[in-house]
């Protein structure tokens, strides 16, 4: 049995209550890590409410700098997007937390890590799996996952032991957020009929009305400037998410398919998500090379699966990210968005390595197109299905 471990701490209910739960049943010493991951406000008296549960050492680091090099990036370059929606706000930062929490480890000597996940949802394979990758001597502990508590007898243990939480029984919603967005459940939500109360959303409220257009830069995929401006992902990021979301937009509501094997009722923002990866992929149309683009489409799917799955650390994901680049390399250029309230959507893209040549593409007079050509293409290229109708299909007669 681990004697000290790390505990990702996001100073929210459950990690809360499992600091002083662990030290009280499992008889462990505690350090607590808080990871700023761009996540708004919440990490704000994280240290003294560790250390009054009892923790022995808390640390706070700022990762924002790297969630967005490192794992915001890939995703962008690979069009992730789980189930074609969801664009993996908090599937990303769970494996950037396990890579310091063992890294803390080791300062500290702790024989294990542990989390505040519950048995049901994805974060605890995402946790789990992602240490049995990095450092596979640790133990892991997931008191959540064993402790028996309802949500409202988590709320009353931490009444009782004087930790300050921001939950109630009146106010039941889970909230993560971080730089790539916002996931909002529990409470009426986990009716899928029910439509999301409007108190629940922040990101996407309405605030601007008047139409405007924004351009953003990319550079080999990744996004690099606005209207011009540069600035490093993480800060381009926000701006985004301020801008887009001002006018109503980057809302999703979806029923998904949790890794456990069940179906969970979800909505999230992510306006400066959303955006840019709609941008990316369409420079990508006229960028990447016809088979290259469908070959990468195939791909995107699966690398938005393992992320989901928690298979961050794998060879296959490593081995998509090596496609990945390559196909990368002449994707730099503009891309314009028009911003209407409730609405966001591409009206121009441009870009020096283009694979869109209007010599061959125009039907005006600079047209360069050989169409004579055409005749004994279509011909060749039908070829087969002429064959097959003649002899077994409709031309046969049968």
């Not at 929606?85 to 990303?92: D, F, G, R």
Request: charge should be negative; glycine fraction near 10%.
């Amino acid at each position: 049995m681990a004697q000290k471990v790390v505990l990702a701490y996001s100073g929210g209910l459950d990690t809360s209550v499992a600091v002083r739960w662990m030290i009280e049943h499992l008889g462990v010493e505690v350090i607590c890590l808080s990871a700023d991951v761009g996540q708004e406000g919440t990490l704000e008296g994280n240290e003294e409410k560790a250390l009054g549960a009892g923790a022995s050492v808390y640390e706070q680091l700022d990762l924002r700098e790297e969630f967005a090099r490192d794992y915001l990036a890939p995703v962008i370059r690979a069009n992730a997007l789980y189930e074609g929606k969801y664009p993996l706000v908090s599937a990303l930062s769970r494996p950037l937390i396990v890579k310091h929490q063992v890294a803390l480890a080791r300062k500290y000597g702790a024989d294990g890590i542990a989390h505040g996940c519950t048995g049901k949802g994805n974060d605890q394979v995402r946790f789990e799996v992602s240490s049995m990758a990095l450092a596979p001597d640790l133990e892991l502990i997931a008191p959540v996952r064993n402790w028996g508590f309802t949500r409202e007898d988590s709320i009353e243990y931490a009444a009782r032991h004087q930790i300050p939480v921001a939950a109630t029984k009146e106010k039941m919603y889970s909230i993560d957020d971080n730089l790539w967005g916002r996931a909002i459940e529990c409470g009426e939500m986990e009716d899928p009929w029910a439509e999301p109360p409007a108190g629940v959303w922040k990101m996407t409220q309405q605030t601007a009305t008047e139409p405007r257009e924004v351009t953003v830069g990319f550079e080999q995929g990744v996004p690099v400037s606005i209207d011009g401006t540069a600035m490093p992902l993480h800060e381009l990021v926000v701006a985004m998410n301020h801008l887009v979301g001002s006018y109503g937009w980057g809302r999703l509501d979806m029923v998904e398919n949790r890794r456990v094997g069940i179906k969970s009722r979800e909505t999230y923002e992510a306006p400066g998500a959303l955006a840019l990866m709609m941008a990316h992929e369409d420079l990508e149309s006229i960028t990447l090379e016809r088979d290259l683009q469908r070959e990468k489409i195939r791909m995107e799917h699966r690398y938005a699966e393992l992320v989901y799955d928690g298979l961050w650390f794998s060879p296959l994901r490593e081995a998509f990210d090596a496609f990945v680049a390559e196909s990368q390399v002449p994707v730099t250029g503009e891309v314009r968005l028009k911003l209407e309230p409730g609405r966001c959507f591409v009206v121009g893209r441009k870009a020096p390595q283009s694979l869109y040549d209007y010599g061959l593409a125009t039907y005006d007079a600079a047209d360069r197109f050989r169409h004579a050509d055409s005749e004994g293409f279509v011909r060749l290229w039908g070829l087969g299905v002429q064959t097959w109708s003649g002899i077994q299909g409709p031309g046969s007669g049968r």
